[in-house]
């Protein structure tokens, strides 16, 4: 038979509603059995309305035109061209031009995180969900922790498995999904991945892990030919479907 778990403010396509909300089916032994939380941080932890992603992007793209000589018009489609081949511009960049990944980190975080407004509702949510908490990142430690001190979410996680822990191997490359559970000693089947880029979460599923995909409007972010076999939840608000999960007793 199954089973659903209410989430009143969080819609899915397909699922039955009633006047006091909408109900999201879940396999509800595993959400409630899991004690591993992996979250992504761009355009997961805080909302991708807030623009901060761009500032990223210009600053890639002005890294590659003095790193390349090229002009800011060029190194924004080689950016792109990185991203699509190699799964991150730095990627691209490391192998195609022997880039110190570093000196790139730094250079495209320093950016104003001004525009990440603390989430209170978010840190309620945290604060109630039961379990471990891990950040999983392509980006650095210290933009994470940047973006996480500004949202005021910082105490409830116990580790930060960046792009440098990850060997500079990015997401979906399935190396860094392993170098995760071993090192953090996460069991799979007991384990909950979010993210906004769903490609990014066939690995995690692959490895037995329960998958949320934050629905996105970027193009990257969207399933590869519209695949959500690997795709276990689709939600739209983060902090108000981790608070019904918590108000619901996983």
Known sequence: MASYYRVMPVDVPNTPSTP???FLPVEVCRLAAADVWIFDLDNTLYSASSNLFPA?????AGFIAGRLGVTLEEARRRQKRFFHEHGTTLRGLMLEHDVDPLAFLEYV???????????PALDRALGRLPGRKLVFTNASRRHAEGVMARLGIARH??????????GFLPKPDPRPYAGLVSRYD???????????????????AALGMTTVWLRTDSAWGQPAAGDTAHIHHIIDD??????????SGS
């Open 20 to 22: 006091n909300g909408f």
């Open 238 to 247: 983060l902090p108000a479907w981790l608070g019904a999960l918590a108000w």
């Open 56 to 60: 990223i992007e210009r600053r890639m």
């Open 109 to 119: 975080h320093a950016i104003d995180l001004s525009v990440i407004t603390p989430d």
């Open 157 to 166: 996680f116990e580790a930060i498995h960046d792009i440098v822990a990850a």
């Open 186 to 204: 996460v069991n799979p089947a007991r384990a909950c991945m979010v993210e906004d880029m769903a490609g990014n979460l066939a690995p995690a």
